[in-house]
């Protein structure tokens, strides 16, 4: 029998710390769960919340509506030749999927180790990191209709993957659940060395011939060098995109800021690094109240305690108005606002 529960403080359900409440709660462990939820009409109208490791969001005010905490566990894969399908249940930490894949030496995560949040919510935010992008591993996933109380499956197409974008951000956005994601990895490795500091790192440790393990533990040993642990300060990681511009808009950057970090995303397009321009307008380590950028990393901001989801919100205003005017380029927000 379900539990629904009544006032729930989501601190400790957000990575943030914010403290805000929901007014209904429930925790599914299984999909037929999902299914008596919403054979209930009250849930059907009800506003509803769907929360895996609460990594990617951030919640500004009390969740006056239903909060649905996703727990589907369990990791389960198959070997066809070189061909390796993981599947994983949407309640199941991102990086213990990762460190499975890469400890059975199945090739093609190794980039994305230490992201945090769940299974589920990665197809819904195409993570990504260190020049892959989950969307590269992505075979299918299973998805609840809550409209209709079936299951369906999307494939890579179905989704409609873009930078840090799906299907379900956009046109199905909350009309669906993802309850497992089935990913297609390979027994022979494709390293991605190029992005970020990875080969800098990797000769640092003597490494000539790397192992899919050697890139997950230098990936992970970057990111804990540059992003604060949840556990001990709030923040959600990267909180901006890396905004992606034109060639004739980034020639009007580059010709005042020649230094502009910036990658080639494709199709006459430019990526910035978000973090670079945050740093350039003085933000990197900046406190503001309870709130402020983490000394290490400009593009990710932090709850030094007791901050609000608006506090936090506003601080985020001041840096996106900042960056527009000292570059004329917009940031957008990668973490989902809940309002």
């Not at 974008?165 to 009309?175: C, H, I, N, P």
Request: charged share 20%.
């Amino acid at each position: 029998m379900l539990q629904i529960q009544e006032n729930v403080s989501l601190k400790n359900f957000n990575t943030f710390g914010v403290d805000a409440h929901a007014k209904y709660f429930v925790e599914i462990a299984h999909e037929d769960e999902l299914v008596e939820l919403f054979m209930d009409p009250q849930w059907q109208q009800t506003q509803r919340l769907v929360m895996g490791g609460g990594s990617n969001m951030l919640l500004i005010n009390d969740f006056d509506g239903l909060v649905i905490r996703l727990n589907i566990r369990g990791i389960e894969h198959r070997i066809n030749h070189d061909d390796v399908f993981v599947e994983a249940g949407a309640g199941e930490v991102w990086n213990d999927l990762v460190s499975y894949c890469v400890n059975h030496n199945f090739a093609g995560m190794e980039n994305l180790s230490l992201i945090p949040g769940s299974v589920g919510a990665s197809p819904i935010q195409n993570i990504g990191a260190y020049g892959v992008e989950l969307k590269d591993v992505f075979e299918s996933c299973k998805a609840f209709e809550i409209a209709t109380g079936k299951f369906k499956t999307f494939t890579k197409a179905c989704c409609k993957f873009g930078y840090r974008e799906s299907v379900f951000k956009d046109e199905l956005k909350g009309q669906y659940i993802i309850t497992f994601v089935k990913f297609h990895l390979s027994l022979i490795p494709q390293l991605n060395l190029k992005y970020g500091a990875i080969e800098q790192e990797l000769a640092n440790r003597g490494i000539t011939e790397p192992t899919i393990k050697d890139v997950s533990q230098v990936v992970s040993h970057i990111r804990v060098s540059k992003l604060p642990d949840p556990s001990t300060i709030g923040n959600a990681g990267s909180f901006f995109k890396n905004p992606v511009i034109t060639s004739a808009e980034f020639e009007a950057v580059h010709q005042k800021n020649p230094e502009v970090v910036h990658f080639p995303a494709g199709d006459g397009l430019v990526k910035l690094a978000a973090g670079w321009l945050i740093e350039q307008c003085g933000w990197k380590g900046k406190v503001v109240g309870n709130t402020g950028t983490w000394k290490n990393q400009a593009l990710v901001l932090v709850n030094h305690g007791g901050a609000t989801g608006q506090e936090v919100y506003n601080l985020s205003s001041q840096i996106i108005d900042s960056v527009y005017t000292k570059f004329g380029v917009t940031l957008q927000r990668e973490v989902n606002i809940v309002k």
